[in-house]
């Protein structure tokens, strides 16, 4: 899925400014040429990932973002015509992300275990420091995209309604009650819900489906087997898991950051849940 071009409102200078002014996570194209500088990679990742979620056609549909940080994504859906988006997040937004960053790299390097984020003065809910990003893209695409700040797992989900495409992306790994998370992203999906996840890489382990002919021994072991039966769990519509995982040959094989992609899509009913699955190459077996 190509990004369409980007409208503003604003002349390159004053989109540079803007894309000085905050630190960012995510890299995002405001117009003029100009793109944030996003800790997550450059663009090209971006519209990696973008283009591997394999998303549906987005016009005229309803897109709710949970964990939306930035706002790539959403406002990603608003260029491809979706009616309604909604970015949802709390979490990231009350968080000094770059401050708690330099807190932790530095506990990390004496040795001793940084303290989580709500734990620390850099957890800031009255002021949104995280949410800076957010709110400076928002403001340079002269964005629609609607802004609701609530912890998704304890506000009431009753007022944003259900919606077509559902994106819980990057979020589930950090969940305390991951089977309630997925309950409570069923109660909002009427159509597709995109679930990013986590993999771990286990030489020599495969997972669920014969090896390519040939393939090298290291393989990807994907949690798709555990999320998927969280997703069963989940009462997403119909009951049916279909998965399809597709296997990196390695570290590099898809030619982007020198990560590795696998993919699982599980089909349920009227629901699609599509996991994306995001190896970490630091982790071994025990």
């Given at each position: 899925?190509?990004?369409?071009?980007?409208?503003?409102?604003?002349?390159?200078?004053?989109?540079?400014?803007?894309?000085?002014?905050?630190?960012?996570?995510?890299?995002?194209?405001?117009?003029?040429?100009?793109?944030?500088?996003?800790?997550?990679?450059?663009?090209?990742?971006?519209?990696?990932?973008?283009?591997?979620?394999?998303?549906?056609?987005?016009?005229?549909?309803?897109?709710?973002?949970?964990?939306?940080?930035?706002?790539?994504?959403?406002?990603?859906?608003?260029?491809?015509?979706?009616?309604?988006?909604?970015?949802?997040?709390?979490?990231?937004?009350?968080?000094?992300?770059?401050?708690?960053?330099?807190?932790?790299?530095?506990?990390?390097?004496?040795?001793?275990?940084?303290?989580?984020?709500?734990?620390?003065?850099?957890?800031q809910p009255d002021k949104l420091?995280?949410?800076?990003?957010?709110?400076?893209?928002?403001?340079?695409?002269?964005?629609?995209?609607?802004?609701?700040?609530?912890?998704?797992?304890?506000?009431?989900?009753?007022?944003?309604?259900?919606?077509?495409?559902?994106?819980?992306?990057?979020?589930?790994?950090?969940?305390?009650?991951?089977?309630?998370?997925?309950?409570?992203?069923?109660?909002?999906?009427?159509?597709?819900?995109?679930?990013?996840?986590?993999?771990?890489?286990?030489?020599?382990?495969?997972?669920?489906?014969?090896?390519?002919?040939?393939?090298?021994?290291?393989?990807?072991?994907?949690?798709?087997?555990?999320?998927?039966?969280?997703?069963?769990?989940?009462?997403?519509?119909?009951?049916?898991?279909?998965?399809?995982?597709?296997?990196?040959?390695?570290?590099t094989a898809v030619g982007v950051?020198?990560?590795?992609?696998?993919?699982?899509?599980?089909?349920?009913?009227?629901?699609?849940?599509?996991?994306?699955?995001?190896?970490?190459?630091?982790?071994?077996?025990?």
């Amino acid at each position: 899925m190509t990004s369409p071009s980007t409208k503003t409102a604003y002349n390159k200078a004053q989109l540079e400014e803007m894309a000085e002014s905050v630190g960012w996570w995510h890299s995002i194209d405001l117009g003029h040429g100009v793109v944030t500088k996003g800790f997550k990679g450059p663009p090209e990742i971006h519209q990696y990932e973008l283009e591997s979620l394999r998303l549906p056609d987005l016009r005229d549909k309803t897109v709710l973002d949970i964990g939306a940080l930035d706002g790539f994504f959403s406002f990603e859906a608003e260029r491809h015509g979706a009616r309604r988006v909604v970015a949802l997040d709390h979490y990231a937004w009350f968080l000094d992300i770059q401050k708690y960053g330099q807190y932790w790299a530095e506990y990390k390097e004496r040795g001793v275990v940084p303290l989580p984020g709500p734990e620390t003065p850099n957890w800031q809910p009255d002021k949104l420091p995280g949410k800076r990003g957010y709110g400076t893209a928002h403001k340079a695409l002269g964005s629609k995209v609607e802004t609701v700040v609530g912890d998704f797992m304890t506000m009431d989900l009753e007022p944003l309604g259900t919606f077509e495409v559902v994106f819980f992306l990057g979020v589930l790994y950090h969940m305390e009650n991951p089977l309630a998370s997925l309950r409570r992203v069923a109660s909002l999906s009427n159509g597709v819900a995109i679930i990013e996840t986590h993999a771990i890489v286990v030489p020599g382990l495969r997972v669920g489906c014969a090896a390519p002919r040939g393939s090298p021994a290291l393989r990807l072991y994907v949690e798709a087997a555990t999320s998927i039966q969280l997703i069963r769990k989940a009462h997403f519509t119909g009951r049916r898991v279909a998965p399809r995982v597709t296997y990196c040959e390695s570290s590099t094989a898809v030619g982007v950051g020198g990560r590795g992609i696998s993919e699982a899509l599980c089909t349920l009913g009227s629901n699609v849940s599509f996991i994306r699955v995001r190896p970490n190459q630091g982790m071994q077996p025990t």
